[in-house]
Nanobody, 127 residues
């Protein structure tokens, strides 16, 4: 049983937008921090955004700050990553990952102690 499933990737022109979804099948989802990562060809996987279990705390890497917005709907067990003003440098496989925590306001921009990974969704930004 897949715990996290990403969707919404695809091909988009520079300047365009995409919204990724991360559908979870986790118990006590409100205690899971969800972190988005991406891995471009030939590069290491990097964290780009996280959202706390209760959705009140979000963080972004400098590379995406001001362009990407993370949010979650705990009733639907879904986390979203709205990506605007996409650039060719955003081309990568995007992953969501979960980490359980007792503190619903915590948010982690690290792959340490990740419990589950999604399978990834490809985002290609090209004209």
């Amino acid at each position: 049983q897949l715990q996290l499933v990403e969707s919404g990737g695809g091909l988009v022109q520079p300047g365009g937008s995409l919204r990724l979804s991360c559908q979870a099948s986790l118990d006590d989802f409100e205690y899971d921090v969800i972190t988005w990562f991406r891995q471009a060809p030939g590069k290491e996987r990097e964290p780009i955004s996280c959202v706390s279990g209760n959705g009140t705390n979000t963080r972004y890497s400098e590379a995406v700050k001001g362009r990407f917005t993370v949010s979650r709907d705990n009733a639907k067990k879904t986390v979203y990553l709205q990506m605007n003003s996409l650039e060719p440098e955003d081309t990568a496989v995007y992953y969501c990952a979960s980490r359980s925590t007792l503190v619903p306001t915590m948010c982690f921009m690290t792959s340490k102690d990740i419990d589950f990974w999604g399978q990834g969704t490809q985002v290609t930004v090209s004209s």
